[in-house]
């Protein structure tokens, strides 16, 4: 009876490592390909950032891949453009932000956000299946068929504000 406890014990512990391993790789994914949009968007005339100018990355509440982004951005700012990232709250002023994460699944929020930077030239990421037919620009998948990451694109609501993606992005998106 003790070595099955043992035993059982031990697997559900291993369970966990793997599982834990599996979500520590998805955020490195989540923020190594948020912080990699700076170089892979091109904004228009009017609204491209200078070359001096700070890149900021809001990210609405709290997520795991909040301090993974921050490392990113400042090893970034090292080699190329300054990029800072910030949480922020859907009640913020969210105008100076360019690239904008919500790592939510709560409709409300979106919806709220969204509304805010209207007509305004920020990049959406989402982090909910769908979002990206409810307005976001980008929003991750959730697939667990490989560990690639997996996104759509809303391509209607990125060329409506005069944003290009690079081929690198839109090549292995899901375009809608």
């Given amino acids: 009876m003790k070595k099955s406890l043992v035993l059982l014990s031990a697997m559900v512990f291993a369970l966990f490592v ?3 391993a599996d979500t520590d790789k998805e955020i490195e994914r989540k923020a190594e390909f948020i912080v990699s949009l700076v170089d892979n968007i091109e904004w228009p005339e009017d609204a491209r950032p200078s070359e001096d100018e700070e890149i900021l990355i809001y990210v609405v509440g709290d997520c795991p891949e909040l ?3 921050a ?3 400042e090893k ?3 080699e190329g453009a300054k990029v800072k990232v ?3 709250s859907p009640d913020d ?3 100076a932000s360019r690239i904008l994460y919500l790592p939510t699944d709560d409709f409300s929020v979106l919806a709220k956000v969204l509304k805010k930077i209207s007509g305004s030239k920020t990049v959406t990421v989402a982090d ?3 979002f990206a037919r409810f307005g976001a620009m980008i929003a991750f998948r ?3 068929k490989d560990s690639k990451l997996h996104y759509e694109v809303n391509k209607l609501v990125v060329d409506s504000v005069g944003i290009s993606l690079s081929s690198k992005i839109l090549e292995d998106a899901d375009l809608i």
Avoid: G, I, P, R
Wanted: proline share 0%; no cysteine.
């Fill in 67 to 69: 301090a993974k982004l």
């Fill in 76 to 78: 970034h700012a090292e």
């Fill in 86 to 88: 910030e949480a922020v």
């Fill in 128 to 130: 909910a299946d769908e």
């Fill in 18 to 20: 793997v599982v834990q």
């Fill in 93 to 95: 002023d969210l105008s």
């Fill in 71 to 73: 490392e990113l951005a």
């Fill in 142 to 144: 959730q697939d667990q």
